[in-house]
């Protein structure tokens, strides 16, 4: 996933519609439904949108799956705006970098991921968008000098880049394996980590709430794959029961709800659990391609996911922080520096949905995922934080 973006506080990386500080724990739920109830349906939403994917190109072209799926889910979200009464965000800057944003989060990595699964399983699409982690970590080397390396991190990203060898078959030559379609679905991994820093970089401290930012990020691409549509294809002869059905859940559902969803796990038990979606999409994803759609499953496919995905586990390790040094008893407490507050500078909040870690999100201390998407998500769908990792929305969901 991981997902759109939207602002966050900067002790947070996952969206969140309620401000929570590191010092302050999550605040609990009244009411609903339990917790881990809606983590199962959240995985499970997310994990399901490479099958849904794989649906809807059977009677649609990629740029048109895409287009329904941004142009639902940007539906699901203006109309929780417009039951709460929000606005959309304002002023040409934000516009803009929403714009961009919209392209490397949305409409680039959705596009290619559809293009990916006219030639690949579905199940190999939901692998490739577990590297994000690894894509992100590896250019928050290069573009975020706070993000200091570890030898842990770095043995994270080798290992995971190993289980994308495996998953693929290296020792085989890449037999049987779509060359093409495998690189379209890691270029479009590789977009949410891309995006996540450019919206950490240009939209940290945007007023509005996270549902408000991805509502209109969601209908700018709206608007850019209207346009691309328009050019590259052609309308739709017929409206197919189950690509149509397929193509209306992606959006409403992995990309409007879940976002919804996932806004709420992260306000109730804090981004590092919630985070942990991204370990189960590619589970649910090859499990759905192979037990709905009748893929085929060797043993290096669950093998390599199983090592991407701990290598991605460790590319969200943080050094522990050195401890706090103590005056000794008796000593005089050490002068105070006094500063005026009219000089006291505001923390800027991060958008949700620009650093991943696995996740992102969205998300995070890291460029990677949940998504982050999600939504990338996205899955499908956060900034890099001075505390937890940010879960990202899956990538292509």
């Not at 709206?222 to 197919?240: G, I, W």
């Not at 806004?263 to 919630?274: M, N």
Request: charged share 10%.
């Amino acid at each position: 996933m991981s997902a759109p973006t939207t602002p966050r506080p900067a002790a947070e990386a996952l969206p969140d519609p309620l401000p929570i500080t590191a010092a302050a724990p999550p605040a609990p739920r009244r009411g609903g439904l339990d917790w881990r109830i809606r983590f199962a349906v959240l995985s499970a939403i997310w994990g399901f949108s490479f099958l849904l994917i794989k649906v809807g190109t059977e009677a649609y072209a990629p740029f048109q799956v895409a287009l329904g799926r941004v142009a639902f889910g940007a539906l699901a979200l203006l109309t929780v705006l417009l039951l709460r009464r929000e606005r959309l965000p304002r002023g040409r800057r934000t516009w803009a970098h929403l714009t961009v944003a919209a392209l490397l989060l949305n409409t680039a990595p959705f596009s290619l991921f559809a293009y990916a699964e006219l030639s690949i399983p579905s199940s190999l699409a939901g692998i490739c968008n577990a590297t994000s982690p690894l894509w992100g970590m590896a250019l928050s080397l290069v573009a975020l000098s706070e993000d200091r390396p570890t030898r842990r991190r770095f043995a994270g990203l080798g290992l995971g880049f190993l289980g994308v060898l495996t998953v693929l078959g290296a020792w085989q030559g890449f037999s049987g394996v779509d060359a093409t379609g495998t690189a379209l679905a890691l270029l479009a991994s590789l977009c949410y980590p891309i995006g996540w820093i450019y919206v950490r970089r240009t939209l940290a401290g945007t007023p509005g709430s996270p549902v408000a930012l991805t509502g209109a990020q969601l209908g700018i691409s709206t608007v850019q794959l209207l346009l691309v549509s328009a050019l590259f294809t052609s309308a739709p002869h017929s409206f197919p029961l189950w690509p149509t059905l397929s193509v209306i859940a992606l959006g409403a559902l992995g990309t409007g709800l879940a976002l919804q969803m996932q806004y709420g796990l992260v306000t109730e038990v804090g981004p590092t659990t919630a985070q942990m979606v991204t370990y189960f999409i590619p589970v649910i994803a090859t499990t759905a391609g192979v037990l709905v759609l009748g893929e085929q499953l060797h043993w290096n496919t669950p093998v390599g996911a199983a090592i991407v995905l701990a290598g991605a586990a460790l590319t969200q390790t943080r050094a522990p922080k050195p401890p706090t040094k103590t005056a000794p008893t008796g000593s005089a407490p050490a002068p105070t520096s006094q500063v005026s507050p009219a000089t006291t500078a505001p923390t800027p909040t991060s958008p949700a949905g620009s650093d991943p870690a696995p996740t992102s999100q969205v998300s995070p201390a890291t460029t990677d995922p949940t998504p982050t998407s999600p939504v990338g998500s996205a899955l499908d769908t956060a900034l890099p934080t001075t505390t937890d990792p940010a879960p990202t929305s899956p990538a292509g969901v």
